[in-house]
């Protein structure tokens, strides 16, 4: 792996900064989907229509998700608005849920980018050579294809192996959205009748 990487040129650095970093905000993000899951939504979403609110704050103090957490938006603002009250939230929640993910964007377009510069670096390092010393050091000459393979391969990569995980983060958010969308308009509804009841 060393000798590859000292093979493919300085054009490697960034390709590994970029890998490192990408491998950073997979992590992070895969522990943020798993610690925040959907909660008891539909729990919540019963005791907001059975007009037990403080027990629904409680139930979102003890599972604190964005799910719950908008729902709980609804119940403070019951009086006000409610329904822009969860809205707010729910935009907060969702640029929470986007964290990073322009980042794995970035990786993706770039470190192929990279891979090409790199590329042409080592063909003009070859061509420089074969102009300086004709063809007398075929191996001169291939050590400079050799880094541009490299680097093209190194580059593709990266951006393979970010595009998995941020096309799953990508359809995890709008999973979520349209879940947020779905609970918030129960959630507005149960409101309204229960202050017509009262």
Request: hydrophobic share 50%; net charge negative.
């Amino acid at each position: 792996m060393i000798e590859l990487f000292t093979r493919g040129g300085w054009m490697m650095i960034p390709l590994v900064i970029c890998s490192v970093v990408a491998l950073a905000v997979i992590l992070e993000r895969a522990w943020f989907f798993i610690r925040h899951r959907t909660g008891n939504a539909d729990h919540m979403l019963h005791l907001i229509q059975q007009g037990k609110f403080t027990d629904a704050l409680l139930l979102q103090e003890r599972e604190s998700t964005p799910l719950l957490r908008v729902l709980a938006a609804g119940v403070l603002a019951r009086q006000h608005h409610p329904a822009k009250a969860m809205e707010a939230q729910g935009l907060a929640e969702l640029s929470v849920m986007r964290k990073g993910l322009s980042v794995l964007d970035t990786i993706i377009t770039l470190a192929p980018l990279l891979g090409l510069l790199g590329t042409i670096i080592g063909m003009i390092n070859s061509f420089g050579i074969m102009a300086e010393s004709g063809i007398g050091q075929p191996h001169a000459v291939t050590g400079g294809v050799a880094e541009a393979l490299i680097c093209t391969a190194a580059g593709i990569f990266i951006a393979v192996m970010t595009l998995i995980p941020y096309n799953y983060f990508m359809s995890k958010v709008e999973r979520e959205t349209t879940l947020l969308e779905e609970y918030a308009t129960r959630a507005e509804a149960a409101l309204a009748a229960h202050l017509k009841q009262e």
